[in-house]
């Protein structure tokens, strides 16, 4: 079983960057594919990325070309590096483990969860 926590959240101006951590215990990072997702105020929970145990990645739309989501197998860490904030990117991030096989963006694969950490965005 494996325990995720994340780190990293704050409060930004739109245009900063903020990275995201999410450290892993009782299992390393490298039996899973892991993933971000975000739950903003009054909404349900969406996916923002993924990555494969052999680094193949995915993201949202509304993400591309801003955040890079990476692992660090020795570290038991994953990252998600957030560049070129906007106010609607403010949300309680969320770090995922799931033990499929396939990349996926489905909440309801993913097996174990952290608490999460807030990014707030100001204009």
């Known amino acids: 079983q494996a325990q995720l926590v994340e780190s990293g959240g704050g409060s930004v101006q739109a245009g900063d960057s903020l990275r995201l951590s999410c450290a892993t215990s009782g299992r390393t990072v490298s039996n899973y594919n892991m993933a971000w997702f975000r739950q903003a105020p009054g909404k349900e929970r969406d996916f923002v990325a993924t990555?494969?145990?052999?680094?193949?990645?995915y993201y949202a739309d509304s993400v591309k070309g801003r955040f890079t989501i990476s692992r660090d197998t020795a570290k038991n860490t994953v990252y998600l590096q957030m560049n070129s904030l906007k106010p609607e990117d403010t949300a309680v991030y969320y770090c995922?483990?799931?033990?499929?096989?396939?990349?996926?963006?489905?909440?309801?694969?993913?097996?174990?969860w952290g608490q999460g950490t807030q990014v707030t965005v100001s204009s």
């Open positions: 995922a483990a799931s033990q499929r096989s396939a990349l996926t963006t489905a909440q309801a694969t993913y097996n174990y």
């Open positions: 990555v494969s145990r052999s680094r193949n990645t």
